[in-house]
């Protein structure tokens, strides 16, 4: 499986920036797939995903980020809306096929305040 990200860049706080994840490969395999990121000095941490037919956000952009999909083009999308100066970090797309994860190379997302 590859994973190609596109849509990041610099916005202002109270911004909005979209994301996009392509999917190529074995893509009828993957069980999950969404959106992970990691901000400098930071643990990388999960801000939305699909998984068994649920959707799951952290707290911190519930309400803000919206996760959605097209399969008939393997791909996912991150509308991201009202971004804050936390949200800057680099976003990684990433798919789990059993048994590993797979990774996108991450694309940089920056919110001046």
């Known amino acids: 499986v590859q994973l190609v990200e596109s849509g990041g860049g610099l916005v202002q706080t109270g911004g909005s920036l979209r994301l996009s994840c392509a999917a190529s490969?074995?893509?009828?395999?993957?069980?999950?797939m969404g959106w992970y990121r990691q901000a400098p000095g930071k643990q990388r941490e999960l801000v939305a995903r699909?998984?068994?037919?649920?959707?799951q956000y952290v707290d911190s952009v519930k309400g803000r980020f919206t996760i959605s999909r097209d399969n008939a083009k393997n791909t996912i999308s991150l509308q991201m809306n009202s971004l804050k100066p936390e949200d800057t970090a680099v976003y990684y797309c990433?798919?789990?096929?059993?048994?590993?994860?797979?990774w996108g190379q991450g694309t940089q997302v920056t919110v001046s305040s």
């Open positions: 990433q798919a789990y096929v059993w048994p590993r994860d797979y």
């Open positions: 699909f998984t068994s037919g649920n959707t």
């Open positions: 490969g074995t893509t009828f395999s993957i069980n999950v």
